[in-house]
């Protein structure tokens, strides 16, 4: 790279838990950086905590200041909360940026807003990046995944960056510039709809285990570590092996039982949701667990039903350990194949040629949803997929037919227990969906024939059809 005498190679603004992490990570490989956050009074504690990697980081109150101590073209790293911060912050530092200079927001970005901002700026000389950072804080500091979305101008510049600080799979960087505009953050908006989907998932097998079987945090927690060096093996699994056997100093209880069972939501899950539904793709997984998580907001509607809806289960036993294990890869499985379904039409209507491969690859290490399974995922777009469908890839059908039985025999038991399964069962429904040839879809159409004469295709013959519904009953 070639950096201006006594200038930074790039500028981190908002020096939170990402920033803090992402401009750290910066300075250890080697990269002279500028920082700043709207709260200045931050800034001296960031610098004197970075200790001897202070040398390679500067600090600048003013605004002014932290532009002219970047090397031209500048790239600026935006690492604030999405919406109108981001918008206020590129209409203040536009005046003080040049032609060739990069504005790039690592933020969580719903991608709508991206893609206008990109398009705000176009013909200022002035390129605007999405990009998509995920693995958290430890990620950031030590290797995140990255999904940039923007001009090749600024991957240009961003590269060496990126891919230094990158978090790596058998030495390959895990991040690519996905596409234009909104890509970055479309694709990370899906990676963490499938975040939401396994999370749900592997809360739901937890579920089982505790109101089913009757286990305590730490026995299942024992499980999951177990469940680690297999086909789950994964960030997801191993953080939540950690967290069940985590005890809470206070208490000695363990910390999860002390934890109030209402889970929060930032967007991207239902974004990714509203997205796919707008496209017409089926994210039913995705859906459950955005879901599940509002109905877990609603504590006391579900504190007043406990005792009033007493029907709950009919019997039944909880399924082996290993059924349980199975059923989870199924649901994987088909929770990812959703989320790529919704990537593959996002790059169909915004004309992005999303590189799937690519992205299963960058998503093999650093991000939170990365998993063995990844690595299969991606040989499996890099093979011959028929249309691109990841769920008939030979390779993931045959996982599927060692794992769908244990998947239906999960739901059954779920829904003979009264355990609430939600994602598991969507993702079931929607593999059994999808591998009929003929679905029941053509009662919907007469349906929609019948109430509003909105015509048909028929089976044996090219064209628009009405229904000669000659069998209505006579009025009572
Ligand atoms: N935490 C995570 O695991 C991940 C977070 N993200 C995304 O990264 C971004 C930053 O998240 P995170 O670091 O966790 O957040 P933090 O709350 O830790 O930090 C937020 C930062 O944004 C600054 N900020 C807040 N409001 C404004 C504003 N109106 N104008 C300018 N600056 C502002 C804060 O400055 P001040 O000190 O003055 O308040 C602070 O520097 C978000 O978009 C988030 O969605 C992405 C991936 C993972
Ligand atoms: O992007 C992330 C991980 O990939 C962030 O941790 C994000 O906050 C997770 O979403 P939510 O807060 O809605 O659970």
Redesign the pocket.
């Known amino acids: 790279m070639n950096r201006e005498a006594g200038k930074a190679d790039i500028g981190v603004?908002?020096?939170?838990?990402?920033?803090?992490a992402l401009a750290l990570n910066l300075a250890d490989n080697g990269f002279q950086v500028s920082v700043a956050?709207?709260?200045a009074d931050?800034i001296a504690p960031f610098l004197t905590e970075a200790g001897p990697l202070g040398e390679r980081l500067q600090g600048h109150e003013a605004l002014a200041d932290f532009v002219q101590s970047l090397s031209r073209p500048r790239n600026i790293l935006?690492?604030?909360?999405?919406g109108?911060?981001m918008d206020?912050?590129i209409d203040t530092i536009k005046p003080l940026l040049d032609e060739g200079d990069t504005l790039i927001d690592?933020?969580?970005?719903d991608f709508n807003d991206t893609r206008a901002r990109s398009a705000a700026l176009e013909g200022t000389g002035i390129h605007f990046v999405g990009m998509?950072?995920?693995?958290?804080?430890e990620?950031?500091r030590r290797g995140?995944s990255m999904m940039v979305g923007g001009s090749t101008h600024s991957w240009q510049h961003l590269r060496p960056m990126v891919e230094a600080i990158a978090a790596r799979h058998k030495g390959d960087p895990c991040v690519a510039h996905v596409g234009p505009d909104g890509a970055g953050h479309f694709v990370?908006t899906v990676h963490n709809g499938i975040e939401y989907a396994d999370m749900q998932m592997i809360a739901e097998i937890y579920g089982m285990l505790r109101d089913g079987a009757g286990k305590g945090a730490d026995d299942i927690g024992q499980l999951f570590a177990q469940w680690q060096n297999g086909p789950l093996g994964s960030y997801l699994i191993e953080v939540s092996a950690a967290a069940l056997q985590s005890v809470d100093r206070r208490t000695g209880l363990p910390v999860v039982d002390i934890i109030l069972d209402q889970a929060g939501q930032?967007g991207?899950g239902r974004w990714t949701l509203i997205e796919a539904l707008k496209m017409g793709q089926s994210a039913s997984a995705i859906e459950a667990a955005v879901g599940a998580r509002g109905w877990s907001s609603e504590k006391s509607l579900r504190v007043a039903a406990e005792p009033v809806l007493t029907l709950g289960a009919v019997g039944g036993a909880v399924p082996s350990n290993d059924t349980l294990k199975h059923a989870l890869l199924a649901g994987r499985i088909l929770a990812h194949a959703q989320g790529f379904r919704i990537l593959t039409a996002a790059s169909t209507e915004f004309d992005w040629s999303l590189d799937l491969a690519r992205i299963a690859e960058i998503w093999r290490a650093g991000c939170i949803i990365r998993s063995v399974l990844l690595d299969d995922f991606a040989a499996a777009f890099r093979g011959d997929l028929p249309d691109g469908h990841l769920i008939l890839s030979p390779q993931i059908t045959q996982m599927l037919q060692g794992s769908i039985p244990s998947l239906r025999k999960v739901v059954a038991a779920g829904a003979s227990l009264g355990v609430a399964l939600p994602a598991l069962s969507a993702s079931l429904g929607w593999y059994d969906s999808i591998r009929r040839a003929r679905g029941t879809a053509n009662l919907i159409q007469a349906q929609r024939d019948f109430f509003g004469a909105h015509g048909f295709a028929r089976v044996d013959d090219e064209g628009a059809f009405h229904g000669d519904w000659n069998m209505i009953a006579p009025a009572p």
């Open positions: 603004y908002g020096l939170g838990t990402m920033g803090s956050n709207r709260e931050w935006f690492m604030i909360p999405s109108t911060p206020v912050m690592g933020g969580n970005a998509g950072v995920s693995g958290g804080e990620g950031a995140p990370k930032k991207t």
